[in-house]
């Protein structure tokens, strides 16, 4: 039976892991901008000392994500794919990770340019066809490390089914859950045993921090995990941290107005003459629509759009003004990019387009501005 929380997410959100700083009473929980941490006497402390290993700032928000994803233990790191890489150390040379082929850019350049050196391997699959992933494990198949929805085409993988699979064979299951959010899908409830999040992006909200969060009910991989925050030293910052907090408190309304402004720029971007196709979860024709409707709590703020060419999605981007042209997503404004150039970049051209990303390709990540503002943008930039 799956452990409810005892609060709902937006009470969890504002308060799990913060309590009134005993000192003052103060509702924010402090930066507490420190390396080191006096001791009483020889191994007689407080729970801290030294920040690397710990610090009270990064615990409230180690403990806040846990309670979001409903799991035990969280764990923050400097960035996502610093999170991404203390995953990568639960494994050993010689296994084999089956990956999401649409993952993020950086994800795949860290597995094919790092760890092959060191070892592992990767076959990167289209994780929406089950028969496909269990065409592609192996003996020594020790992860299946599933991104969904994707960056960016937006295809979406039924972690429920594909964590029955894993576990079948002993295999563990890692979701990269950041264009979801907790708010809209909680993988470790559907049987996955790791989710990470890059909490650059929805979690925070502002765009202004870099963060990494992974949160599991494994307590042995909680213990590896912070070993290697010991070890490694990737951990995230004390103010990093506070930034982190204070996004995850206007978490759940802030995903609200995501999810309806994408809504709403979708349905306008799929009846444009010049927009040849629109990957959104939220529209009918999508692939896996039924299976987000039945899955997902909401659609989420991600959109790709594909106008045929370069040339025309550069026309595109260089137009508009609301919409800013930047790498990120997940912040209060709208970002808009170019993966083939940008953040995808790293990924051979061959193999880009053959997961839908092409030079054509436009993504948005819809902020919470008035979505007739954005609208109206999309539509100069479009004539």
């Not at 402004?261 to 999508?286: C, I, M, T, W």
């Not at 997902?296 to 919409?323: H, Q, Y």
Request: charged share 20%; glycine share 8%; net charge positive.
């Amino acid at each position: 039976m799956k452990k409810k929380p005892k609060y709902g997410f937006s009470t969890n959100a504002i308060h799990a892991g913060q309590q009134p700083d005993p000192s003052t009473g103060a509702v924010m929980t402090p930066v507490y901008l420190t390396s080191t941490y006096v001791q009483e006497s020889i191994g007689k402390h407080k729970g801290y000392e030294y920040s690397r290993v710990s610090n009270p700032t990064r615990t409230a928000l180690e403990k806040n994500i846990a309670a979001l994803e409903n799991g035990k233990y969280g764990t923050a790191f400097a960035s996502g794919m610093a999170a991404i890489d203390a995953i990568m150390y639960l494994l050993k040379p010689g296994d084999h990770v089956v990956m999401s082929h649409n993952v993020y850019g950086g994800t795949y350049r860290a597995a094919k340019m790092v760890y092959e050196n060191y070892g592992l391997s990767f076959e990167f699959v289209d994780t929406t066809s089950l028969n496909i992933i269990k065409n592609a494990l192996r003996k020594n198949t020790k992860m299946l490390f599933i991104e969904t929805p994707t960056n960016p085409t937006m295809e979406i993988t039924d972690i429920e089914a594909s964590a029955k699979v894993a576990r079948r064979y002993k295999i563990t299951t890692v979701v990269d859950n950041t264009f979801a959010t907790p708010y809209l899908q909680r993988p470790l409830e559907l049987g996955a045993d790791i989710v990470v999040h890059s909490a650059t992006k929805y979690l925070n909200g502002h765009s202004d921090m870099l963060g990494g969060l992974i949160v599991t009910n494994d307590s042995k991989i909680d213990e590896a995990l912070r070993f290697t925050q010991k070890a490694i030293g990737g951990i995230l910052s004390p103010f990093d941290a506070w930034l982190c907090l204070r996004g995850t408190k206007t978490l759940a309304v802030r995903m609200d107005r995501h999810n309806a402004n994408a809504q709403r720029v979708a349905e306008f971007l799929a009846a444009h003459k010049s927009v040849k196709k629109v990957y959104y979860p939220g529209l009918p024709d999508h692939p896996q629509h039924e299976l987000a409707k039945t899955k997902m709590s909401g659609f989420g703020g991600m959109i790709a759009f594909d106008v045929g060419s370069f040339r025309t999605a550069n026309k595109i981007l260089k137009k508009v003004t609301v919409c800013s042209l930047a790498e990120s997503l997940g912040g209060v404004e709208t970002l808009i990019s170019h993966p083939a150039t940008m953040t995808h970049a790293s990924i051979p051209k061959k193999e880009r387009e053959a997961s839908g990303v092409t030079d054509g390709l436009v993504r948005i990540s819809v902020g919470i501005e008035d979505a007739e503002d954005i609208i109206a943008d999309l539509d100069n930039a479009l004539m």
